[in-house]
């Protein structure tokens, strides 16, 4: 018996021991031929409880579960590929540009509030709170959302639909705001609850449309965060210097309502969607892999790796500034890191489906250590500012190798991949929330006029923090090497 069919054989076992499941569990039985390659073509009533990485695209045999017995069959979309799997990537890339663009694109705002009134007489630290806030929680709360929408899986869609209302709402307020405490309670809190429940599909489904081939398409998707983050600073700067915040925020709410509105309508399941039974008991969460272990590891790469980006994705217009360069120089390397960073991101998700991810973390983490220190330490013009920021962008790939991690731990353990990938974005989300905070405290603004040693501008510290963590990084994904050296790596697509 092979390993994908005793995880399965294990899955339906734990589905039998509840009652509400065993006629499920059967259906699942009578609809599946183990010595069969060709089950894209699966019982109808039998939908979602096994996760989908337990066989590989050409055994689909992860369905869900209902109530009832078996139905007709239905032809379902080819997985890696298809008009299915396209729509997906480009509504993906959609959300990626403008949620995590803008977020991104959030020093430029920052840069602009605390130089214009009624925001100028707040601190760096709290202004950045607006930003990290939202990034936190779009990092943090998928976790709880994809167990919910487990649990609603008819409501996913509708819940999306009312997310972006409450978005484009908060947003549209804001401009109104004038303290940044209300900022952070209509951009950072409300949008980025908002925000992460718009995001949460994007999880799921792409556990759905791509299997062998999940690394290269989450690097495509991530690479709409770079992309986003390029342009959008422009964008941005541009709207704010000649309408101000208040239009400048009103038409920003506009454009995102132009965009993701057809967005949501193009992001669609492959499976079909069922709705449970009333009453229907939540299914218990499996975090069997954290008892794996690469597990500790694994979270630790993802939350030092997150403590060493943001405070220069943050503070990167501010060191700009300090080095006596324009407020167009200073959105251009923005842009150059986030660009870098897109090309980072496509190149990291399509190694890691071809080498171990442990590799990939090693590299990250050390190579973005040494241009801290060598390239940042030392830069003190915009041509050595521009280069450091692509250098540093290129390796910032590390999300689009969560994927496949997600997807080798699950292999092994009787847990969601999905699950998986969720839980490391909390830690990463915990680490947007720390790294710009302690970036703020170690800045120290009496110095911006220091140009003469390492460490320019009052942000040694900032740049010993940013070093560490990274090296922190990549000490811990060679942990990963050493605690399962024999760790598969992902099969060439074909």
Not at 339 to 366: E, H, K, M, P, Q
Request: hydrophobic fraction near 50%; glycine fraction near 10%; aromatic fraction near 12%.
């Amino acid at each position: 018996m092979t390993q994908p069919q005793q995880l399965l054989d294990a899955k339906l076992a734990a589905a039998a021991r509840s009652s509400a499941a065993v006629t499920a569990a059967a259906a699942i039985s009578a609809g599946l031929d183990s010595s069969s390659s060709n089950v894209n073509t699966v019982p109808a009533a039998v939908y979602e409880l096994v996760d989908m990485d337990a066989h590989s695209s050409s055994s689909d045999a992860l369905v869900s579960m209902t109530a009832g017995g078996a139905g007709s069959a239905s032809e379902l979309p080819p997985v890696d590929r298809g008009r299915g799997a396209i729509t997906f990537l480009i509504a993906a890339f959609i959300f990626e540009f403008i949620l995590w663009g803008y977020a991104g694109s959030f020093g430029v705002v920052q840069l602009y509030l605390s130089t214009h009134p009624p925001f100028d007489e707040s601190s760096l630290a709290s202004i950045g709170a607006v930003g990290t806030t939202s990034n936190g929680l779009y990092f943090m709360l998928p976790f709880f959302l994809v167990l919910l929408s487990r649990r609603y899986p008819h409501l996913v869609r509708t819940a999306v639909w009312l997310a972006l209302a409450v978005n484009l709402t908060s947003l549209a307020a804001s401009s109104f705001a004038q303290s940044v405490a209300q900022l952070v309670v209509l951009q950072g809190i409300i949008g980025g609850i908002s925000g992460a429940v718009l995001y949460v599909p994007i999880i799921i489904y792409l556990q759905e449309w791509f299997s062998e081939r999940r690394g290269t398409a989450s690097g495509i998707i991530f690479a709409g965060t770079g992309l986003g983050g390029c342009a959008l600073p422009f964008l941005m700067s541009f709207l704010l210097e000649h309408y101000g915040f208040a239009w400048a925020t009103r038409i920003w709410a506009i454009m995102c309502a132009a965009t993701m509105g057809p967005a949501i309508y193009m992001l669609r399941p492959r499976l079909p969607v069922v709705k449970p039974a009333p009453f229907t008991p939540f299914a218990p969460v499996d975090l069997s892999f954290l008892t794996n272990r690469v597990a500790v590891p694994l979270m630790l790469t993802a939350f030092l790796a997150g403590l060493s980006w943001f405070p220069v994705s943050v503070m990167i217009p501010t060191f700009t500034a300090a080095a006596g360069s324009s407020a167009f120089s200073a959105n251009t390397v923005l842009s150059l890191l986030n660009i870098a960073s897109t090309l980072g991101g496509v190149l990291f998700g399509y190694l890691s489906d071809r080498v171990g991810y442990s590799w990939l973390f090693i590299v990250i983490g050390f190579g973005e250590g040494l241009f801290a220190v060598a390239s940042w330490g030392t830069a003190s013009t915009l041509t050595s500012i521009m280069g450091f920021v692509v250098l540093f962008g290129l390796l910032s790939g590390h999300t689009s190798v969560w994927n496949s991690a997600a997807r080798d731990l699950a292999s092994t353990t009787s847990s969601d991949a999905a699950v998986i990938f969720s839980s490391m974005g909390v830690v990463r989300g915990a680490a947007c929330l720390i790294g710009p905070l302690v970036a703020a405290a170690l800045y120290d603004p009496s110095l911006a006029k220091d140009g003469s040693s390492w460490g320019r501008f009052g942000f040694k510290g900032i740049m010993v923090w940013v070093a560490a963590t990274s090296f922190a990084s990549g000490i811990a994904g060679w942990g990963l090497g050493v605690l399962q050296p024999s760790a598969k790596k992902a099969q060439k697509p074909r």
